[in-house]
């Protein structure tokens, strides 16, 4: 529902940032990453994700489309773990370091962090090798990733699960070169669901 949200900032909290966007105050929960990479003050763009529960609203905000993938990965890909969760993962450990670690396969890195026992450091490792997304690889950059993003909600409109459409775009991703139009990602993923 939300991609982004640009405005200033009114106030910004290690847990949290208030951004007034055309008069409305929007409260988004953020990892410390995030808290690090933003202004006290000024304007600011930030990634978003809403989620929708039976009794609340909950936006979560991040510094760049990356960090935001990588949280979705985190809760799409690992059974049980919620919002909350990912976000405290990502407060703990960087992108960079976090990606590393599952793609090492390094349980004892992972547990490491706070909130991370045995059973979510090996679940880690075992539903998000290779899934993660890469910094500098190509067609990873912000335009890759927006070619990405536009493959996937291609395929979840043609009733493909969510989880499927972002594994088949990623296989699909690495067999072409980073200039690939975006139907010809859609055409290959579509091979690959």
Do not use: C, W
């Amino acid at each position: 529902m939300y991609d982004y949200i640009t405005g200033q900032v009114i106030e910004k909290k290690p847990d949290h940032v208030v951004i007034d966007a055309g008069g409305v105050g929007y409260r988004l929960e953020i990892p410390l990453s995030t808290y690090e990479k933003l202004p006290r003050q000024g304007t600011v763009k930030v990634y978003a994700y809403l989620k929708v529960a039976e009794d609340e609203h909950k936006l979560y905000g991040f510094a760049t489309e990356r960090e935001r993938e990588t949280f979705l990965r985190l809760i799409n890909h690992v059974s049980g773990l919620g919002p909350s969760k990912a976000v405290a993962i990502l407060s703990g450990v960087g992108v960079e370091e976090l990606s590393r670690a599952i793609d090492e396969g390094n349980a004892v890195f992972l547990k490491r962090v706070k909130g991370i026992g045995d059973k979510l450091a090996n679940r880690l490792i075992v539903e998000l090798k290779g899934k993660l997304p890469e910094a500098g690889a190509a067609g990873k950059g912000p335009e890759g990733t927006s070619l990405m993003k536009d493959a996937v909600q291609a395929l979840v409109a043609l009733g493909y699960d969510r989880a499927e459409a972002d594994e088949a775009v990623r296989r699909a991703q690495k067999d072409l070169p980073p200039e690939a139009p975006v139907e010809e990602l859609i055409r290959r993923s579509l091979a690959n669901v």
